[in-house]
Structure formats: C-alpha cells, structure tokens
C-alpha cells in the first residue's frame, strides 16, 4: 500500500506539473502572433493556460504499465521483489482516473519561456518512464537537467521553490 501512495504521489506530481506547460497557439492579447513556444509562463492568459495544460496532458501519457514498473522498482529499494510488485499491480483493477485540476499558480512572473517547460515535462515523463525493474529510479531528488531553466527562473512552477522567494 506504501508504495502505491508513493507512486501516487509521483504521478500527482507529474500531473500538475504537466498542466500549463504547452501552447497551442492562444494569443495573451500583448502581441499580434509570435512563436508559441517563446513565450513566458507569466504572460498566458487563463485560457492559454488551459488549453496548454490539456494539450501537453495528453502529449504526456503515461500508462498503467509504466505506473506499476516504477511501483516495482520503488517496492524494490525497500526489499520486496520488484517484479512480483509489478505482477501484483498490472493484476489489479484499473482505476478510474480522478481529474486532474491545472494549476498556474506559480506562472506569475515566471520568465521561463512554454518552449523550456515543455522540454521539462518531457524529460520528466521519459525519466519516469524509464524505471523499471532493470533500471531502477534516481533517489538523489534531482530533477532532469532539462528542467534547469525553469527551476532557475521560477522555481514554484515545478515545486522546488518550496519556502522560498520568487522573483
């Protein structure tokens, strides 16, 4: 049970910090076009920020598989056998999917352009993606180097600014 509410938390993690992140184009009413992607996260309107949440959501799909490699593979630094975890969760029911509120909170201000927050996501998605039993997950709580600039720039859009000033 501990370790599904661990990959809970994870995903949780991932999914919000999925929302916002792309940009289909919306315009934030201070320019007459320009690239999507060089915009700052502080300049989409609500309804940008919606709409790249939903549409970079999608892009980030990570399924019931993956979820139960990275439930195995955590079980497995705690000494269980991470391929029975695995076995034991892929035969579980699905669950249906609660909806996932997006949250720009920390988009005020942010400075760091949707293009940079995109390649985050993705790199965080790949990265979760890629634990599984052979290849167990990174427990240093280092993020992936793609998600420097935004870390840099606006720390609280991915949750590493816990406690501490933005800009």
Avoid: H, W
């Amino acid at each position: 049970m501990t370790r599904m509410k661990l990959v809970g938390v994870l995903m949780a993690g991932l999914a919000l910090a999925a929302c916002g992140g792309d940009d289909d184009g919306g315009d934030d009413g201070s320019t007459g076009g320009g690239d999507p992607d060089g915009k700052q996260l502080g300049s989409l309107t609500a309804a940008d920020s919606e709409a790249l949440c939903q549409d970079l959501a999608a892009s980030a799909t990570v399924t019931k598989e993956d979820l139960c490699e990275v439930a195995g593979a955590y079980s497995a630094l705690g000494g269980a056998d991470c391929e029975a975890t695995t076995a034991e969760c892929m035969s579980q029911p699905e669950q249906p999917s609660e909806g996932v509120e997006c949250s720009t909170e920390g988009f005020t201000g942010c400075t760091a352009t949707v293009a940079e927050y995109k390649a985050c996501i993705t790199a965080q998605v790949n990265t979760l993606k890629a634990i599984s039993c052979t290849m167990p997950p990174d427990t240093s709580g280092e993020q992936p180097a793609a998600c420097a600039p935004v870390n840099d720039k606006c720390p609280e859009v991915l949750g590493a600014g816990t406690g501490g000033e933005g800009s």
